[in-house]
């Protein structure tokens, strides 16, 4: 069973930085796609990141790019989100999200989601 654990997540002001960590177990994942999406209120829930170490694929969304960098760490089935320069309205529940074939599809596996809140 694919088992997702988030942690990370808070309150910071905006200009800040903030690192989100998913550690997944369960099965083997290197093939795996993984990655971060968020929801805000009120919105629908978006693709922040995406990465497929092996096929050295890493999609960044254009709204965080330059800000933003997802890595990780293939040994421990984790990956990380570095939030930098973080503005209010990257306010939003973020979650991760494992799949066999590319994220965000029917198939993906999902984190229960961690709270980041930033305040201007």
């Known amino acids: 069973q694919v088992q997702l654990k988030e942690s990370g997540g808070g309150l910071v002001q905006a200009g800040g930085s903030l690192r989100l960590s998913c550690a997944a177990s369960g099965r083997t994942f290197s093939s795996y796609a993984m990655g971060w999406f968020r929801q805000a209120p009120g919105k629908e829930r978006e693709g922040v990141s995406c990465?497929?170490?092996?096929?050295?694929?890493?999609y960044i969304a254009d709204s965080v790019k330059g800000r933003f960098t997802m890595s990780s760490d293939n040994a421990k089935n984790t990956v990380y989100l570095e939030m930098n320069s973080v503005k209010p309205e990257d306010t939003a529940v973020y979650y991760c999200?494992?799949?066999?074939?590319?994220?965000?599809?029917?198939?993906?596996?999902w984190g229960q989601g961690t709270q980041v809140t930033v305040s201007s």
């Open positions: 990465t497929i170490t092996s096929e050295g694929y890493t």
């Open positions: 999200a494992v799949s066999p074939a590319a994220c965000g599809t029917p198939d993906t596996y």
